[in-house]
């Protein structure tokens, strides 16, 4: 039998690490043993995220990044809505432009493979301004020549934002008081799902290093923290 080979160990950059998804990435990565090190992007400094030994943070502007460190991975949890941002341009600069923006530089920089907190319903073709934007982010990122892209397409996220110090979302907080006694009758498609299951489900994927450009369904990511 042929002897196994090892996982290389991995160095990784993450955007996003202040929101849901990205905080349960973080957390994820640094107790990963294949990551090495791990490059944190932010907009500004973040005195809740502990010191770590993996961990290097970043303070940068996103729609004028400098050369970023050679990493392998890449990780992209960045997200508003139109309300928070407060016009539609102002949307579409954080989830499109400046995804593309890390994920290029990135590219530049040596990284192989990426990964994207994107949508449901995400669909360049889309009437809906919200699903078309992230359908262009997903077309414009599969673009930039990356050996594997994952994107992962999670239904209205479940967590505590404001624990974060994060503005609440309207639809998440009506999922997460009403739906809470029958999620488990809502279609795994639709139902809405917690942050740390889009987190496993997708460092999972990326770390299974398949080439291509993959698509992880809500439905396919529910319970991911458990298995």
């Known amino acids: 039998m042929p002897a196994r080979i090892a ?6 950059l993450l955007a996003g690490a202040t929101g849901l998804v990205g905080r349960a990435l973080l957390q994820r990565l640094l107790e ?17 995220i502990a010191a770590h030994p993996k961990l290097e943070l970043h303070v940068v502007d996103f729609a004028h990044l400098r050369r970023l460190p050679r990493v392998d991975d890449v990780y ?3 997200g508003t809505t139109i309300k928070v941002a407060g016009s539609q341009e102002a949307f579409r600069q954080v989830d499109h432009d400046h995804v593309i923006a890390i ?3 990135a590219r530049e920089a040596g990284a192989k493979r990426l990964a994207v907190v994107s949508a449901l319903g995400a669909d360049r073709g889309s009437r809906v301004f919200y699903n078309r934007v992230k359908g262009e982010m997903e077309a414009d990122a599969a673009a930039l020549g990356y050996e594997e ?37 809502v279609p795994r498609g639709i139902r809405p799902i917690a942050a740390e299951d889009v987190a496993a489900a997708l460092l999972a994927a990326t770390l ?20």
């Open 7 to 12: 996982p290389l160990p991995r160095t990784v």
């Open 32 to 48: 990963h043993p294949q990551t090495q090190h791990v490059h944190v992007l932010l907009r500004r400094a973040a005195p809740a």
């Open 76 to 78: 992209i949890a960045l």
């Open 103 to 105: 994920a290029r530089a």
């Open 149 to 185: 892209v994952c994107f992962a397409q999670p239904s209205l996220l479940l967590g505590d934002r404001a624990a974060l110090g994060q503005p609440t979302r309207p639809g998440e907080v009506w999922a997460s008081r009403l739906l809470g006694p029958v999620l488990p009758l």
């Open 208 to 227: 299974a290093g398949k080439p291509g450009v993959h698509r992880l369904a809500s439905a396919r990511m529910q319970g991911a923290q458990r298995r």
